[in-house]
């Protein structure tokens, strides 16, 4: 997470080291949260000092803060929370230390994977993943069956940052858990390690009721340049979500089958504007591609009676410097 609040007086940072002592684990908590906002780098050294809080949420909440903030000043304390009775406060150290890039980790994190916390196994897995840690391969693909969620979700995305071809039949019976996110971090996974044979069973996926899953599923077979998945994704198109529908129009016009075009062009009456500018970037640039079938499908729908219709049409013919 980026902080983009703007710079605090020191006074506020004063009265927020002040609130770090207050009894109240609460009023602790929102100083963490406060002081991750400071764009002050003064504001670290708070933030070092709250991991040693008496309070387990106290403690996890100023490691992540800690991490999101790039505090490369606070690794050692963030190395010692490693040994944390907490689960939550060890797993939320180990994140921190990723997004620091702290590779001196790895091992710690390599015996996390058969950890006895849930947390544990879960952060340990988004590790390897983040770090290329192909040694973690085989745990990884054990790991997709955990009786936790979010351990299954972690092992899904580890397998998919590692592009591990061994593991797409695992990921396809992924799509079917019972889990939303373990299923669309299943279909992300697949789309990253581009394995034509997990077409069928991401075809299926564009059916599930997760809109996340539909999305993820969308995506991966266009990466897959998928054709098959040309008739289903215009039916997509239709879908009551609009992040859904938006990502049905990326992938029709990343595949680029000509028989798309018209369910495209007809898109620009959809009533959301961002999904409206999707269509328009994506015909242009199939039109970079291969702009004949472009062309002469705008031309055919010039008498359309639709005023967005209308209007998306000759935005692309200008964008192509064509008369309108």
Not at 257 to 265: Q, Y
Not at 282 to 292: G, Q, R, V
């Amino acid at each position: 997470m980026t902080n983009t609040s703007n710079a605090a007086p020191p006074e506020t940072l004063t009265l927020l080291k002040k609130q770090l002592r207050d009894p109240d684990e609460f009023q602790r908590l929102a100083a963490i949260h406060a002081l991750f906002r400071l764009e002050l780098p003064e504001a670290d050294a708070p933030l070092i000092e709250a991991l040693n809080d008496s309070d387990s949420g106290v403690r996890e909440a100023a490691a992540l803060a800690l991490g999101e903030r790039g505090a490369l000043q606070a690794l050692p304390a963030l190395r010692g929370r490693l040994n944390d009775p907490h689960p939550l406060v060890w797993a939320a150290a180990m994140d921190a230390l990723v997004l620091l890039e702290d590779r001196e980790i790895v091992p710690q994190a390599l015996a996390g994977l058969n950890a006895e916390a849930a947390e544990k196994r879960a952060a340990s897995a988004g590790a390897m993943g983040a770090f290329q840690v192909a040694e973690a391969l085989p745990t990884c693909r054990q790991l997709i069956s955990d009786p936790d969620p979010d351990v299954r979700i972690a092992a899904a995305q580890a397998l998919g940052d590692l592009k591990d071809g061994e593991a797409v039949s695992l990921l396809q019976q992924a799509l079917k858990d019972e889990t939303s996110a373990v299923c669309s971090t299943a279909a992300w996974a697949l789309g990253e390690i581009g394995d034509p044979c997990a077409i069928p069973d991401l075809l299926k996926a564009l059916d599930n009721l997760g809109s996340e899953v539909r999305i993820q599923a969308a995506t991966a077979l266009a990466l897959l340049r998928a054709e098959e998945a040309v008739t289903p994704l215009v039916a997509l198109l239709q879908d009551l979500i609009v992040d859904v529908r938006g990502t049905a129009v990326w992938a029709l016009g990343e595949i680029q089958a000509p028989v798309s075009l018209n369910a495209l062009i007809s898109t620009f009456a959809d009533p959301d504007n961002d999904v409206q500018g999707q269509v328009y970037e994506s015909l242009l640039n199939w039109a970079d591609n291969d702009p004949e079938p472009v062309i002469a499908a705008l031309r055919a729908h010039q008498a359309e009676v639709h005023p967005q219709i209308q209007v998306g049409i000759a935005a692309c013919l200008a964008a192509l410097n064509l008369p309108v």
